[in-house]
């Protein structure tokens, strides 16, 4: 009697180990899984947090807005232009890689920078209706058309009797249009302009305070 509990009690030992190496192998495995997965949720939060920050900080100010007016009949802005720099606190800023949403009343389209336009003299001539251009205000690093310091002061241009359309030849007294200037990282500033009043009277070429 004594010899057959001693047979089961060592059967019985043996399947417990063989389930506690299973058990080992199995904890370790999920370890393992467990701490991949943290490191990689970890870089995607990274990841995010600086996409992020980078769509706050990443972006342009706008310091200053006037228009040039064409004195058709009606007189109208045919050129916004906007003197630009670096937000407070924002990398550096390519012009070339930024669009501009361009909505008004009777039109609403994506401009993006187009090079054979951008200079200290614009000439329009080949400029289609989603193109703004841009020309230097001041740059002591010659790194135009980047904005990488607070010094940088650049001016972007639209032609708003291209974007419109020739039959308008611009933007008319009182019509508004909505300007969303957007970095490649995403960073946004928006700005709203309103024609004004005093256009009647004015020459080919008269600046006007937006």
Known sequence: MFE??????????????IVFIAMVLVAAIAAGVLVNTAGFLQATAEDAGQQSVNKVTNRVDVVSVHGVVNASSPSTVDNVNLTVR??????????????????????????????????????????????????????????????????????????????????????????????EITSRNGGTSQVILTMPQQLAGKEDGDPVAL
């Open 4 to 17: 057959n509990i001693t047979e089961d009690r060592g059967q019985v030992g043996i399947g417990t180990l």
């Open 86 to 179: 670096l937000a407070a606190g924002s990398g550096s800023v390519s012009l070339n890689n930024t669009s501009i949403k361009y909505l008004s009343a009777d039109t609403a389209t994506t401009l993006t920078n187009n090079n054979s336009v951008t200079a200290d003299n614009i000439n329009w001539e080949n400029a289609t209706t989603d193109e703004f251009a841009v020309r230097k205000i001041a740059d002591d690093d010659t790194s135009f058309p980047i904005l990488n310091g607070q010094a940088d002061r650049f001016e972007v241009v639209i032609n708003t009797s291209v974007v419109e359309g020739t039959s308008k030849n611009g933007l008319q007294t009182g019509e508004s249009v909505t300007l």
